[in-house]
């Protein structure tokens, strides 16, 4: 299973979790994991906070920790290197337990697509996996 994102901005937090949530009841297991994981080397996957100084405060914090054009090697290829670095730091997949066919993420806890080098159309790949 999949999804297609369309990204609207350079750096930006996407909440995926419905659509993850979706997968799951759709795929009708009841107990396993679920691993979500991103094809691109310039994303990630990560778990958070859906709360907008939080998002704002993530994405400020890789601004301050890996700045643009900042003199990195491979911007002599593409010119994005520091997304490749933001990815790197980031992680590119996680993996929730399923109980009872749901998703077991704490009470604040969401999912988030990651961009760092958009706008762009992404997949993120869903992988459950049943335990009988």
């Given at each position: 299973?999949?999804?297609?994102i369309s990204?609207?901005?350079?750096i930006e937090?996407?909440?995926?979790t419905?659509?993850?949530?979706q ?6 297991v009841?107990?396993g ?6 094809r691109h080397?310039?994303?990630s996957?990560i778990?958070n906070e859906?709360e907008?100084?939080l998002?704002?405060?993530i ?7 890996i700045?643009?054009s900042?003199g990195?090697?491979h911007?002599?290829i ?5 997304a490749h670095?933001?990815a790197?730091l980031?992680?590119?997949s ?10 077991v993420?704490g009470?604040?806890?969401?999912i988030?697509?990651?961009?760092l080098?958009?706008p762009?159309h992404r ?7 049943s335990h009988?």
């Amino acid at each position: 299973m999949h999804l297609d994102i369309s990204t609207s901005s350079r750096i930006e937090l996407i909440d995926i979790t419905s659509q993850i949530e979706q997968q799951v009841r759709d795929s009708r297991v009841q107990s396993g994991i679920c691993v979500v994981s991103t094809r691109h080397t310039t994303t990630s996957i990560i778990i958070n906070e859906n709360e907008s100084g939080l998002r704002s405060d993530i994405l400020n914090l890789l601004e301050h920790l890996i700045p643009p054009s900042a003199g990195y090697s491979h911007d002599r290829i593409d010119n994005n290197a520091e997304a490749h670095l933001k990815a790197v730091l980031l992680g590119s997949s996680e993996t929730i337990p399923v109980i009872d066919g749901k998703l077991v993420l704490g009470t604040w806890q969401r999912i988030f697509f990651a961009e760092l080098d958009g706008p762009r159309h992404r997949t993120v790949n869903v992988t459950l996996i049943s335990h009988p």
